[in-house]
């Protein structure tokens, strides 16, 4: 091919994105008559999430999917759709992620000569497991020891919720769990499934307490070399499959919950209320307010609501 | 027994009192003076984050969220700079059989290139290195919130100092016109590869055996150091046949040697010191010799033994390996036992014991191909064991005419004496053992408390706590680290040369295509981890191939839990096998014994591997009888 590319993300096969993310391939082959074509390197075969970022930005990765929370580290603002209860539904989600917060973030990357295309990827809404019972309130958060992914944004969180974070690698967490190195730990549902916690915990709060995506990035200098009419065939076939994924994920949770409960994962409903009072007592809202800036904050509001 | 890991039998003496050797050996003494103690202090300081990270989780309950990082960050450091203290001491793992074969003057060349082959890619990478540096310094670490430059900087420094430290020991050790011939000889084969690079692109995935398998071999054979056959080999393929920017190979040097869980390796080692200086090794020993001195091979039992003891402690092989070799080869060896075949002992029970839980393999599989872990954990304990027995054969047959007429026998009160001066090193295991499955450390965090548990040992009850060794055995920790880490990131980026060039799916679909059902799946299976083992190290080799070979093994009918046995017994037997598998110079390195040396005795131990292996793929019930 004339362009040949790579694309390496963090998830197994398996997974929607990378299913999605190989009929996009497949269409882009076929619609431009096999001058480009992408290779997928699933589940961190080309290296873990830091270090896939690092090859997007030098050209030894073309393609590569993080998690907003991933991107942050090189692009701070990115981590605003991951601020504690910020959402209540998916609708919220993209109204502000295809809309004004979204292009704010997406501008923010460009300037990191990467490329985000305009559709950003469902990664789902965070989850809490426990061993030490069902988290219905804040209360309960109480003194609680969490695996937490290390992000300046998800520890001041717990911190401000009374939960005391701990920064496992994730190779650990299942260990640390039946260990009880930690009481508890969150994720999306697909990944408490696939990494199989429901073995080592009891209860599981749907707390929808962060909304995560991945942001599809492409090196900037590799994209810009391409032709005006491959771009349009390269961004409208990985945007579909965007839109595609996210249906997938919305329906994979159903599933995954009712497989989760049959093998003894205990559900339990939670309201955001205690969480935000304790969060706001707590000047979590006003701190980040402050980090991101008023721009940035100003547009999350106004698609979501006062927080702060 | 003199340590055999230097960097030339044939270093030429004279070289020193030329005025140029004079002078290289004073810039080398001051400069390798300041590395020494950077990087020992470095190990002292990994202990007391890793041990105050442990003591806020479990004592306060309020876990440091920055002790992680920090400790990943040091580590790096450590590493790099331990390589250039083992650059400096000859200590970087190298095989020599081939070239202690050759005359004399062939021989000496062979120790030139071997300095500056390395140094070739030293300069080379060198670049690299600095602009992968300058690219992490916008990114911000999650936890402590600094520039990624105080970490990434410790790789463009550590492989400056490294060349800085080649070129001295080239001036110190080597005469002139060798030097001058070794030289041109490294360039005229760089300048070759440069030219022959556009004709080799076309080739394809040809170039993998090139690059990956000639050129490799050819470097290991020749005397380079290991790592650095690897690193050139990765360096030179890339550079030739792929548009890969270099700083992406830089960039795999970097995730390679900072995985937390090889942390344990340092810490392990030390803690191996730290029990042989306070005398607790010299106790373990002399009960156990009293026990079991008067059976015929009766200390390679023990070592069997306690590598599946330990075995299950830090998921990292290096590392289990790390907490028996200081412990018992010492005593071993003063019993008359070949370093060689202790060292081939020691990297077959490490493949043996790659089943045991918790590993970091097991629950990769688990995570990867969607496998049970639990049924994982409970498959892995009985295939150890039966790998085990036949290792344990091969040990009879070697030991059974060992003369035991030297070998005092002692009566049971004395054997009562020992045990009690020995109980406080026999319980350090079970301490450890303890501290994991009650959740009091990590892995990784374990090792310090061990070390803890050793210096509290040796001066309160054994009253022997020599502080004025401990800088030296920092110093020798802190190489070894390097030279051990430095092997698994070169191993590393070379994984990520090979991965990229896609060749795992056509594999997968060559081992489908086999006849002969579930049995022949299983054969060639074997064939091919053995293999990738070898060249890939487990845990890349089972992230490419688990998600493309456990759906097949379950088309045709094999057990998932006894398909993942097999393959990490296969796996394990490529990755502790020479010429490539680097876990067999990771135990050399620990043991300090020279890898040629383990060559003649390791044959048998890896037959044995196989046909334990062979045991456990042809019944399925010893990997799947003790599942729910
Ligand atoms: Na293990
Ligand atoms: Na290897």
């Known amino acids: 091919a004339e362009f040949s590319l790579k694309y390496g993300n963090n998830l197994p096969l398996t997974h929607p994105l990378n299913v999605r993310a190989q009929e996009a391939a497949d269409r882009i082959a076929k619609e431009s008559k096999g001058r480009v074509e992408i290779k997928i390197f699933p589940n961190n075969q080309l290296g873990g999430d830091t270090d896939m970022l690092a090859q997007v930005r030098s050209g030894g990765l073309d393609f590569f999917t993080p998690s907003a929370l991933v991107i942050a580290t090189l692009v701070p603002v990115a981590a605003i759709n991951a601020v504690g209860f910020a959402f209540g539904d998916y609708n919220q989600v993209w109204t502000a992620m295809d809309g004004k917060v979204g292009a704010h973030v997406r501008a923010a990357i460009g300037k990191m000569r990467l490329y985000a295309f305009e559709k950003m990827w469902d990664n789902g809404f965070r989850q809490m497991t426990s061993s030490r019972g069902p988290i219905a309130t804040a209360k309960d958060m109480d003194g609680l020891k969490i695996r937490v992914p290390v992000s300046p944004l998800s520890v001041s969180m717990f911190k401000g919720l009374g939960a005391s974070p701990a920064g496992l690698q994730f190779s650990e967490v299942y260990s640390a769990l039946q260990t009880k190195i930690v009481d508890a730990q969150e994720n999306p549902l697909p990944i408490i499934q696939v990494a199989k916690l429901f073995e080592v915990q009891k209860n599981c709060s749907l707390s929808n307490h962060i909304w995560d995506g991945f942001w599809f990035i492409a090196n900037g200098r590799m994209w810009d070399s391409l032709p005006a009419d491959l771009k349009t065939i390269v961004a409208g076939a990985i945007n579909d499959a965007g839109m595609k994924q996210r249906e997938d994920i919305k329906k994979l949770n159903e599933t995954v919950q009712a497989d989760l409960s049959s093998k003894g994962l205990q559900f339990n409903k939670t309201s955001p209320d205690s969480f935000r009072a304790k969060l706001r007592e707590a000047g979590f809202y006003g701190e980040w307010k402050g980090r991101f800036g008023d721009e940035a904050w100003g547009l999350l509001e106004s698609a979501v609501g006062k927080l702060a | ?628």
């Open chain 2, 1 to 628: 027994m003199t340590p055999v890991l230097t960097h030339g039998a044939a270093d030429a003496p004279p070289a020193a009192r030329r005025p140029l050797g004079v002078l290289a050996q004073r810039v080398e003494n001051g400069l390798g003076l300041a590395v020494d103690a950077v990087a020992g202090s470095l190990v002292l300081v990994e202990i007391f984050v890793l041990l105050a990270g442990v003591i806020a989780r479990y004592v306060f309950q309020k876990p440091l969220v920055w002790s992680d990082e920090l400790a990943s960050l040091l580590f790096l450091w450590l590493s790099m700079l331990g390589a250039v203290v083992a650059l400096r001491r000859g200590e970087h793992m190298r095989m020599t059989g081939l070239v202690s074969r050759v005359g004399p003057r062939a021989q000496a060349l062979l120790e030139t290139l071997a300095l500056t082959v390395p140094l070739a890619f030293l300069a080379m990478v060198l670049w690299p290195a600095f602009e992968y540096a300058s690219e992490e310094m916008p990114v911000v670490s999650p936890a402590m919130e600094i520039s990624n430059g105080w970490r990434a900087t410790a790789i463009p420094v550590g492989l400056g100092l490294m060349a800085i430290m080649a070129l001295l020991r080239l001036a110190r050790l080597h005469e002139g016109r060798r030097i001058a011939v070794a030289v041109g000889i490294t360039a005229a084969l760089t300048a070759l590869l440069w030219f022959a690079g556009p004709s080799l692109v076309p080739l394809g995935k040809l170039n993998l055996v090139i690059f990956f398998v000639v050129l490799v071999a050819a470097c290991v054979f020749g005397g380079v150091p290991i790592a650095f056959s690897f690193a050139l080999a990765t360096f030179a393929y890339l550079g030739l046949t792929t548009r890969t920017p270099l700083l992406v190979m830089v960039g795999r040097l970097d995730e390679g040697m900072s995985h937390l869980i090889l942390l344990a390796v340092p810490l392990f080692i030390f803690l191996g010191a730290l029990i042989e200086m306070t005398g607790m090794a010299r106790a373990m020993i002399q009960f156990l010799a009293s026990l079991l001195g008067h059976v015929r091979g009766g200390l390679s039992y023990v070592l069997v033994g306690a590598m599946y003891l330990v075995s299950g402690i830090s998921g990292s092989k290096v590392a289990d390996m790390a907490a028996i070799a200081p412990v018992l080869f010492p005593e071993m060896k003063a019993r008359g036992a070949k370093p060689g075949d202790l060292v081939a002992l020691l990297s077959a029970t490490g493949a043996q014991t790659e089943t045991i839980p918790p590993s970091i393999v097991l629950i990769t599989i688990g995570s990867v191909t969607g496998v049970s872990i639990a049924a994982l954990f409970s498959g892995g304990l009985l295939p150890a064991v039966v790998v085990g027995a036949f290792l344990c054969t091969v040990v009879w047959w070697r030991y059974r005419k060992e003369d035991l007429s030297q070998v005092r026998r002692f009566t049971k009160g004395q054997i009562t004496r020992f045990f009690v001066v020995a109980l406080p090193a026999i319980l350090l295991p079970f301490v450890i053992r303890a501290a994991v499955v009650e959740g009091v450390a990590t892995a990784t965090e374990v090792s310090t408390i061990g070390i803890a548990y050793s210096v509290i040992v040796g001066i309160f009850i054994h009253r022997q706590f020599d502080i004025k060794r401990l800088p030296g055995m920092l110093v020798e920790t802190a190489s070894l680290t390097g030279a051990i880490i430095f092997i698994v990131g070169c191993a590393t980026a070379m994984a990520w040369g090979l991965t990229q060039s896609g060749f795992s799916q056509d594999l997968a679909a060559w081992m489908q295509s086999m006849p002969g059902g579930a049995a022949g799946f299983m054969l060639v299976s074997i064939l091919a981890f053995v293999v990738l083992g070898s060249v890939l190290e487990g845990i890349p080799a089972i992230v490419l191939f688990g998600p493309l070979l456990f759906p097949i093994a379950k088309a045709v009918g094999i057990h998932e839990v006894h398909y993942a046995m097999v393959v990490i017994f296969a796996m394990g037997i490529g990755l502790f096998s020479p010429p490539f598998g680097v876990g067999y110079y990771g135990a050399c390195a620990i043991s300090k014994i020279h890898p040629d040396e383990g060559l003649p005795h390791i044959g048998g131990y890896i037959l044995a591997l196989l046909a334990g292996l062979a045991v456990v793929a042809a019944v399925p019930w010893i990997s799947t009888g003790f599942l729910k």
